[in-house]
């Protein structure tokens, strides 16, 4: 067993035991009055933004307070959404990859300004190209750069407009460039938040441990948390179960109606790659961007360790939790794997994750111990607000959160 799982295991342990003694002197526990009006105004979000199904969890003082699921879960047997529904966690995925590589910086096996070309110089990519292996990040630039310029590649014209602007042949890119969304253009100078640059990050998480990265993170995560009911999970019989009870999935049809949708992750990756050559492993399917399935009493599992410093030291957890700050020194609004925003004095540290189909949202106010977990089964929670700006006040379902349930409104303008 790796020495910081067995570590993180005793700890989680020890914690839980002196949680459950303390119970009882926590601090002021949540008014019912208070969650009363939250779940009151989160059930006509959940309805105003078509959400067939969505499952919440409320944390104070690293105590689970509010746990339960909205609306249904499948609605054509009217499968009730619970605290216990597994969801595909879609970007919130990220603070969690972010978590693992700090455990790799504390431990002084990685350095945040190192370039990734030169970490990844050797490494065997978990893609080939027309069955050809991919060994080194720089041979993977190519690879990527080649199908930009190739006019009659299907696939020219997106990975252009997801990689065109990503220049490794010019320009030092870092660790710390992927982790806060400025690796493009000049690095470090420009915040542009990409889901599949981050997922590069998976690379690295493979080189340092020498395993898969959903290997990495059931033996650094999800295993010593018992994070029970999240994928990736100790073995396939585990996950095929989690897998089993997720929840349906739907779109909004034309008629306003909701019509059920097939999801991909985890399961298979578009058809057009395959037919052009691009053979991607499954296992990447989870990486460091998106990929994870989850409940909301595992999430809420992973922030009470999170709070507890059992997973990172109160130093390396307040480096993620600090806004980056630009070459020309603008501040930007992500930390390292997480939004950072100041709200009426307090910060708010969050993130939220979108994939056309499900929806996702976790959110922290550190000062108040007060933690949000929101997992739908629509794309109603994340579709309209424009998260990716960065501004958390643009989501009615965190302004809920916020006016209920923390005091932060309560300190803006009157």
């Not at 020890?14 to 949680?19: K, Q």
């Not at 696939?155 to 010019?170: A, I, K, P, W």
């Not at 739907?250 to 992750?265: H, I, K, L, M, P």
């Not at 961007?289 to 989850?294: I, K, L, P, R, Y």
Request: charged share 20%; net charge negative.
């Amino acid at each position: 067993m790796h020495l910081r799982t067995a570590i993180v295991e005793l700890v989680c342990i020890i914690s839980l035991i002196v949680a459950a003694g303390l119970s009882g002197c926590a601090g002021s526990r949540l008014s019912d009055d208070s969650i009363q009006a939250f779940e009151q105004d989160i059930e006509r979000l959940r309805k105003e933004w078509k959400i067939p199904g969505m499952s919440i969890a409320v944390l104070h003082n690293q105590e689970v307070e509010l746990a339960r699921g909205f609306g249904f879960a499948g609605l054509e047997n009217k499968v009730p959404a619970t605290e216990n529904t597994p969801y595909n966690l879609a970007s919130c995925t990220k603070p969690i990859a972010a978590v693992v590589l700090m455990q790799f910086v504390e431990e002084g096996r990685l350095d945040l300004d190192s370039p990734i070309e030169d970490i990844l110089e050797n490494t065997l990519i978990p893609i080939r190209y027309r069955g050809q292996e991919i060994r080194g990040y720089a041979s993977f630039y190519e690879l990527l750069t080649d199908i930009i310029d190739d006019a009659s590649n299907p696939l020219s014209s997106e990975f252009r407009s997801t990689y065109g602007n990503y220049n490794l042949d010019t320009e030092l890119i870092t660790v710390r460039h992927h982790l806060t969304h400025t690796s493009e253009g000049v690095p470090g100078e420009t915040y542009r938040y990409s889901g599949d640059l981050y997922s590069f990050l998976s690379f690295v998480v493979n080189e340092l441990s020498g395993k898969r990265f959903d290997e990495a993170l059931v033996e650094r995560v999800t295993s010593p948390l018992g994070m029970v009911n999240t994928v990736p999970n100790i073995n396939d019989s585990k996950r095929d179960s989690i897998l089993a009870n997720r929840s349906k999935y739907y779109r909004v049809g034309q008629d306003g109606e909701f019509v059920e949708a097939q999801e991909n992750r985890p399961v298979k990756w578009p058809d057009i790659f395959e037919e052009l050559g691009l053979e991607i492993e499954p296992s990447f399917l989870i990486n460091a961007g998106a990929g994870m399935v989850s409940t909301v009493v595992d999430m809420a599992k992973f922030d009470a360790a999170l709070d507890r410093n059992i997973l990172l030291s109160e130093e390396y957890k307040n480096l993620m939790f600090t806004a980056s700050v630009s070459n020309s020194g603008e501040r930007l609004p992500y930390g390292l794997g997480w939004f950072v925003q100041e709200i009426h004095g307090k910060k708010v540290v969050w993130h939220f994750g979108y994939a056309g189909i499900h929806s996702s949202l976790i959110m922290k106010v550190p000062e108040e111990e007060k933690t949000l977990i929101l997992l739908a089964n629509s794309g109603g929670a994340s579709e309209k607000f424009n998260l990716g700006a960065g501004d958390v006040l643009s989501s009615p379902f965190a302004l809920a959160f916020l006016t209920h349930l923390t005091d932060v409104m309560s300190n803006g303008p009157k």
